[in-house]
């Protein structure tokens, strides 16, 4: 899997135009309000419902393609992205319809490494109302779908009495860290007992801002399981997740996600061409 080198995007919603946008492995985003952060997010999010063929639900759930359109489509008439990775690159155009739809002008793979076919571009289609990325046949298209296929959009700003990582879920409940974060302490548990150097990190981290944080409790045999802590000097003690102030119990959450072992799932290409001449 590559990660996104730079992008470009036109007509998205606040985003009139970012152009060769470079990204590295780790960026903050800092703005004022209304300044497009969540916006420049959405991008991807836009990126993982299309690949998944949800595009059609997604701009329904938003509000229609003139919420996605920058001003709407009297003043924008397409939404443009361009996503370079090391040596390939995926490009859209989404344009709307007179029935509320955003369909694909122009949806494309690409690769510009050193050896590649007089055509380095493959169109994958026109006209089409969901991505063919995910089955697309062509020589460039698999290289950029290791880049996408496990892309997800992480939010962990539900820290209310009813926020999901508050609840108790199942233990096996632990293949990835949901979005939001919901089976936290199913994961926290599978990184206690079968990646006990990436756990110890996150709670040495944990500790880094919260003085006071012990460490996870751990129950044996249970087959539910929910989020409970020790204070320092006190592991007789438990508390559970609502004694957590929200910056702490966000903070446990982004500590979890940027801590997790990475070889867990993640499978690197070589981004070459696959015939090369």
């Known amino acids: 899997m590559s990660d996104v080198r730079s992008l470009t995007v036109t007509g998205f919603k606040s985003i009139r135009s970012l152009c060769d946008f470079k990204l590295n492995p780790l960026n903050v985003l800092i703005g004022a309000n209304g300044a497009g952060k969540s916006n420049f ?4 999010r836009l990126l993982n419902q299309m690949y998944e063929q949800r595009l059609q639900t997604y701009v329904q759930t938003q509000g229609g393609p003139d919420a996605l359109l920058h001003f709407g489509r009297k003043l924008t008439k397409k939404i443009h992205a361009e996503f370079y990775f090391d040596r390939n ?3 859209f155009d989404l344009i709307p319809t007179t029935d509320n739809r955003l369909i694909y002008e122009r949806e494309v793979s690409w690769f510009g490494g050193v050896y590649y076919d007089t055509t380095p571009s493959a169109i994958l289609g026109t006209g089409h109302s969901e991505s063919k990325l995910k089955s697309a046949k062509d020589l460039y298209s698999p290289f950029v779908r290791r880049s996408v296929e496990n892309w997800r959009v992480y939010h962990f700003h539900d820290t209310s009495d009813t926020a999901l990582v508050k609840q108790r879920h199942a233990m096996n409940d632990n293949l990835i860290l949901k979005i939001d974060a919901a089976n936290l302490a199913a994961y926290l548990e599978f990184l206690h007992h079968r ?3 990436e756990y110890s990190r996150i ?3 944990i500790r880094l801002v919260a003085p006071f944080f012990g460490d996870f409790v751990h129950r044996d045999d249970a087959d539910y399981v929910e989020l409970e802590w ?6 007789d003690t ?6 957590l102030s929200d910056g702490t119990l966000r903070f446990i959450c982004l500590a979890t996600l940027l801590l997790q072992p990475t070889t867990k799932w993640e499978t690197r290409g070589v981004g070459i061409h696959p015939r090369p001449r």
């Not at 997010?41 to 991807?44: A, D, M, Q, V």
């Not at 020790?230 to 592991?235: F, K, L």
């Open 230 to 235: 020790t204070q320092a000097g006190r592991p």
């Open 195 to 197: 990646h006990d150097h």
């Open 203 to 205: 709670v040495e981290t």
């Open 89 to 91: 690159a995926y490009k």
């Open 41 to 44: 997010i959405g991008l991807f």
């Open 238 to 243: 438990p508390f559970k997740a609502h004694m």
